[in-house]
Every structure is written in structure tokens, then in C-alpha cells.
T-cell receptor, first 111, second 112 residues
Framework: DSGVTQTPKHLITATGQRVTLRCSPR?????VYWYQQSLDQGLQFLIQ???????AKGNILERFSAQQFPDLHSELNLSSLELGDSALYFC??????????FGEGSWLTVV | TQLLEQSPQFLSIQEGENLTVYCNSS?????LQWYRQEPGEGPVLLVT?????EVKKLKRLTFQFGDARKDSSLHITAAQPGDTGLYLC????????????FGTGTRLKVLA
């Protein structure tokens, strides 16, 4: 158990819909990261927050947005969903910006 | 542009063989991490290497950080079926962006 909690674990939704993925970082970790992993592909960095502020942005689509709240949990919002958005979405957290710990992921299936 | 290239991409070997996985970049990293990922699960941190030239051992796994901190290798001695998985190197860029990126991955299968 890494200490990073993600919900929901599985989600099936229709194209055009909007979903929210939630992440609770490890206790004491100020940084939260979001990654997307499609089938048989590597981890694509989406976005990073540090203590509530956006710190780094990767290949995140405009249809996607994220935020980190004062209690340090984070949410990733995915809207106008397309079939190609089906993937495993990981949240990770870290305290020192170098070593990060991953949650178990949220499986999103868009049908 | 993939900033962290791993090789080989796929590796299938017999139990008891040795193997080396490489992680290369043209960028300098303050540290590199190696992770192992099982299907449907999050990556699990194996090791962090920080100092150029550093070598760390974790049972049958030996990790090395290049002198210039641009590359790293993972050597597994006497591989076992339990070593099967996706191995990923990762690191935080030192270009001021704070992006933490992953390598392309090496999918290892160890046959009994």
C-alpha cells in the first residue's frame, strides 16, 4: 500500500460525458501528479500540483482539467469524453519532487 | 520527443539468465528512479539513484547511475519468473519545469 488513494477504481461512461477522478495523497505529501496510461503504452504525464498550485503541465488535453484543494486532495476532471480517453489514470504524490508514489489507478472505459 | 529511452522494449528470457535494461537520455537528471509495474496496478518504486556513478543493489537487482547523470542501467542476475513485469525508469527534469517523466518501458518475461 503506497498510501495514495484513488477513487473510483473502475468507471464506465458514454462518449460525451464528464467524469471526475479523485486522489488523496500520502500524508504529508504536498505534490500531486496525474498520469494517463493507455493499453500497452507508457505513462504520459498530465499535470502536477504543489500545495494547491499548478506546477507543471504535460500533455493534458483542453477537455481535461485538474485542481488541488486546501486539504491537498486532487481531482482530475475529464469532459466531452471520447473513446480514445479510455485508459488507466494514475495519481501519485511526493514530498521531495524526486521520488513519487503511485495509487492503484482508476480504470476509465468510454463506450 | 521521448526524453527517456529504454532498451530493450521487450525481453523474454529463461529462468536463471542474466539481463540488463538501459535507460538513456540527452538530459541531465538530479536523480533517477526505477519502478516495476504489474498489469492493472500502479508502478512500485524499486530504487532511487542520486550520485553520478552510484551503484545500488537490491537482492539480485543492481542499479547504476551514469557518471554524467544522463543514463542508468538495471541488471538482474539469475532472473526468476517473479521478476516478470514492466520496468520503468523515471526522473525529474532539471529544466525548471518540474516535470517528472517516465521512460518508454521494458517489458520483461521470465519463462520457467
Amino acid at each position: 500500500d503506497s498510501g495514495v488513494t484513488q477513487t473510483p477504481k473502475h468507471l464506465i461512461t458514454a462518449t460525451g460525458q464528464r467524469v471526475t477522478l479523485r486522489c488523496s495523497p500520502r500524508s504529508g505529501d504536498l505534490s500531486v501528479y496525474w498520469y494517463q496510461q493507455s493499453l500497452d503504452q507508457g505513462l504520459q504525464f498530465l499535470i502536477q500540483y504543489y500545495n494547491g498550485e499548478e506546477r507543471a503541465k504535460g500533455n493534458i488535453l483542453e477537455r481535461f482539467s485538474a485542481q488541488q484543494f486546501p486539504d491537498l486532495h486532487s481531482e482530475l476532471n475529464l469532459s466531452s469524453l471520447e473513446l480514445g480517453d479510455s485508459a488507466l489514470y494514475f495519481c501519485a504524490s511526493s514530498v521531495d519532487l524526486n521520488t513519487i508514489y503511485f495509487g492503484e489507478g482508476s480504470w476509465l472505459t468510454v463506450v | 520527443t521521448q526524453l527517456l529511452e529504454q532498451s530493450p522494449q521487450f525481453l523474454s528470457i529463461q529462468e536463471g539468465e542474466n539481463l540488463t535494461v538501459y535507460c538513456n537520455s540527452s538530459s541531465v537528471f538530479s536523480s533517477l528512479q526505477w519502478y516495476r509495474q504489474e498489469p492493472g496496478e500502479g508502478p512500485v518504486l524499486l530504487v532511487t539513484v542520486v550520485t553520478g556513478g552510484e551503484v545500488k543493489k537490491l537482492k539480485r537487482l543492481t542499479f547504476q547511475f551514469g557518471d554524467a547523470r544522463k543514463d542508468s542501467s538495471l541488471h538482474i542476475t539469475a532472473a526468476q519468473p517473479g521478476d516478470t513485469g514492466l520496468y520503468l525508469c523515471a526522473g525529474a527534469l532539471r529544466d525548471g519545469t518540474y516535470k517528472y517523466i517516465f521512460g518508454t518501458g521494458t517489458r520483461l518475461k521470465v519463462l520457467a
